[in-house]
């Protein structure tokens, strides 16, 4: 069965950075592109960066210039290097895949960004 396991979330000040680690297993995830996604407290999930079975990059304009995805083929394992973060980067992050025909996500993984 497709299954993705988030971590790395946690409490970081502003400014600092924090990865984020999705894992992968029921997919063969060197083909399949992946997404990051994010939900903060009443607002509604929103993408914030994707990678191609290639590893080309594509970010929301929130995420642009602060946060890296990239890809670990060998591992299985999605990541999101997050910098210069802010306190509207608070949110619950999904390691997001669509495969056979459906959306699956993982856990989700708290990032608290505040002093």
């Known amino acids: 069965q497709v299954q993705l396991v988030e971590s790395g979330g946690g409490l970081v000040q502003p400014g600092g950075s924090l990865r984020l680690s999705c894992a992968a297993s029921?997919?063969?995830?060197?083909?399949?592109?992946m997404n990051w996604y994010r939900q903060a407290p009443g607002k509604q999930r929103e993408l914030v960066a994707r990678?191609?079975?290639?590893?080309?990059?594509n970010y929301s304009p929130s995420a642009k210039g602060r946060f890296t995805i990239s890809r670990d083929n060998a591992k299985n394992t999605l990541y999101l290097q997050m910098n210069s973060l802010k306190p509207e980067d608070t949110a619950v992050y999904y390691c997001?895949?669509?495969?056979?025909?459906?959306?699956?996500w993982g856990q989700g993984t708290q990032v608290t960004v505040s002093s």
């Open positions: 029921g997919i063969i995830f060197s083909i399949s592109p």
């Open positions: 997001n895949v669509f495969w056979g025909g459906r959306a699956y």
């Open positions: 990678i191609t079975q290639g590893s080309l990059p």
